[in-house]
């Protein structure tokens, strides 16, 4: 199936930066629609850590500074990958069968997920696969370039957004909540300079759809968000 041909349920998008609390929002839209759930940030994330499963890494940079392309492009093509909205609709990741949701959200495994996202021949090799998620009933693309280029032509499309610091305030609580020691002014600085490389990169940059609504959770609830895209999403679809 491709997404140009095939006769495309709906498909929901929600793209921001790091933060912003699209995940949690995505997890909730999938339960409260029944849809088919998408955590592309997961997949380039579940992509380094299975790399360095591999032994592609070398104390966090590719061995020798050397690129292995082909590789890690046949590995992203062949991910046993699940994601699961679980009782509490948050979302349960898994990779060959393993539950991996807290281990690809520590900040390690986000360094690996940036080092693979920015290889052509990486994001070539996902980007079918990420449209063959889109089946019956429908799908909630959670991402950064779901609404400009993965699925542009989806009916209802998100930019969700939050301030730095209260990005960074709320990693410091994910973190502590798994226990994980965290540093605010570290967390802030990394936040920063993930954004930029993510709006600044030549390949699929981080910014709004033409045509998204763009909700600025700095300041709102996660309840309130949560209306506020099930107004906009009944509106168009």
Do not use: W
């Not at 997890?27 to 088919?36: D, F, T």
């Not at 990958?81 to 393993?98: S, W």
């Not at 305030?169 to 540093?183: C, F, P, S, T």
């Amino acid at each position: 199936m491709t997404y140009e041909s095939a006769k495309v349920p709906n498909v929901i998008t929600i793209d921001g930066p790091s933060g912003s609390g699209k995940g949690t929002l995505a997890a909730r839209l999938a339960v409260h629609y029944g849809y088919n759930l998408l955590d592309s940030g997961a997949l380039y994330r579940l992509l380094g850590l299975k790399a360095e499963q591999e032994g592609l890494f070398h104390e966090g940079a590719f061995r020798g500074n050397v690129i292995p392309t082909e590789q890690l492009a046949n590995l992203a093509l062949t991910l046993d990958i699940q994601f699961i909205p679980d009782a509490d609709q948050q979302l349960l990741v898994l990779l060959d069968g393993h539950d991996v949701t807290q281990v690809i959200r520590t900040e390690q495994t986000g360094h690996l997920a940036s080092q693979v996202a920015v290889i052509p021949e990486v994001r070539e090799a996902l980007l079918q696969r990420q449209r063959d998620f889109a089946v019956q009933p429908g799908l909630i693309a959670d991402g950064r370039d779901m609404g400009t280029v993965v699925f542009p032509d989806a009916p209802a499309k998100i930019y969700l957004t939050a301030s730095a610091n209260a990005r960074a305030e709320r990693r410091v609580k994910q973190l502590q909540n798994m226990a994980i020691d965290a540093n605010i002014d570290n967390i802030l600085s990394d936040i920063v300079a993930r954004d930029r490389r993510d709006m600044e990169r030549a390949i699929a940059p981080l910014k709004p759809a033409d045509d998204a609504l763009i909700v600025d959770s700095s300041s709102k609830g996660i309840d309130e968000v949560l209306a506020e895209l099930i107004r906009y999403i009944d509106l168009h679809v």
